[in-house]
Nanobody, 120 residues
Framework: VQLQASGGGLVQPGGSLRLSCAGSGRIFSINSMGWYRQAPGKQRELVATITSGGSTNYADSVKGRFTISGDNAKNTVYLQMNSLKPEDTAIYYC???????????????WGQGTQVTVSS
């Protein structure tokens, strides 16, 4: 199983970016997907998650600015980021709870990370 994240980049404060993360490989089912971020010198923190049923959860710092969505058929999760601030600068990692083909339990997988830099 692999998670491939894309969509990061450099954006000015107040701008927008859309991250995507697609799962591939021997995926039988995904129960949830999400985004985490890690800024230099800080611990990795939750940004947003979404379950296969569509329930979402957001960090307080991004509520009202970020929107997570998913496409179950494509094993893909998106993060629309609006009104970006310099403090949103970090490496963003996607995460998924995956039941692999032939496996009897869900495992946690991480993508490789994509850099988001908010600066003027």
């Amino acid at each position: 199983v692999q998670l491939q994240a894309s969509g990061g980049g450099l954006v000015q404060p107040g701008g927008s970016l859309r991250l995507s993360c697609a799962g591939s490989g021997r995926i039988f089912s995904i129960n949830s997907m999400g985004w985490y971020r890690q800024a230099p010198g800080k611990q990795r923190e939750l940004v947003a998650t979404i379950t296969s049923g569509g329930s979402t959860n957001y960090a307080d710092s991004v509520k009202g600015r970020f929107t997570i969505s998913g496409d179950n058929a494509k094993n893909t999760v998106y993060l629309q980021m609006n009104s970006l601030k310099p403090e949103d600068t970090a490496i963003y990692y996607c995460n998924a709870g995956v039941l692999s083909v032939g496996s009897g339990y869900f495992m946690n997988f991480w993508g490789q990370g994509t850099q988001v830099t908010v600066s003027s």
